[in-house]
């Protein structure tokens, strides 16, 4: 099991997202990189769903704590890992890749409901498209 997280939505640095304080002290960034994803804007936050032809762009950070990390994270994400299927978010290991070209494994939260009608982010970079927007 990873003990890296990627965000790439309000749990970002920056973001005052509620109950990213309660992890705060319990991460350690790690950098930039990307996950193989599509991005989708919601409205009041992101949604990224597995593709092999587009990057999510996001933060890497190490947990010094991952159980409780994690468990914080799947209360937020909404993530039942007993109940996937029912779950707004699903957490993923991924490969995720860093600026330098390194590639190690992460966990990341996937969007687990209907789309609707998001529009796609093209660029898979939430940050950039806020400053767009």
């Known amino acids: 099991m990873t003990n890296l ?8 640095s920056g973001f005052r997202r509620r109950g990213r304080s309660r992890i705060e002290t319990k991460l350690s960034s ?3 990189g990307w996950i193989s994803a599509a ?3 919601l409205g009041i936050y992101p949604a ?3 593709a092999s032809d587009s990057r999510v762009w996001g933060e890497v950070h190490h947990m010094l704590d991952p159980d409780s990390v994690l468990a914080a994270l799947d209360e937020i ?3 039942r890992p007993g109940e996937p299927d029912a779950s707004l978010y699903t957490r993923v290991e991924v490969p995720v ?4 070209g390194r590639t190690e494994p992460a966990w990341a939260y996937f969007y687990n409901a209907p789309l609707g009608g998001a529009r796609r ?7 950039e498209h806020l400053r767009v927007k």
């Open 39 to 41: 991005l989708f804007d």
């Open 5 to 12: 997280v990627f965000f790439y939505g309000t749990l970002m």
């Open 121 to 127: 982010i093209e660029s898979g970079d939430y940050l």
């Open 30 to 32: 790690q950098g930039r």
């Open 77 to 79: 994400e909404g993530f």
């Open 97 to 100: 890749t860093f600026d330098d």
């Open 48 to 50: 990224a769903v597995p």
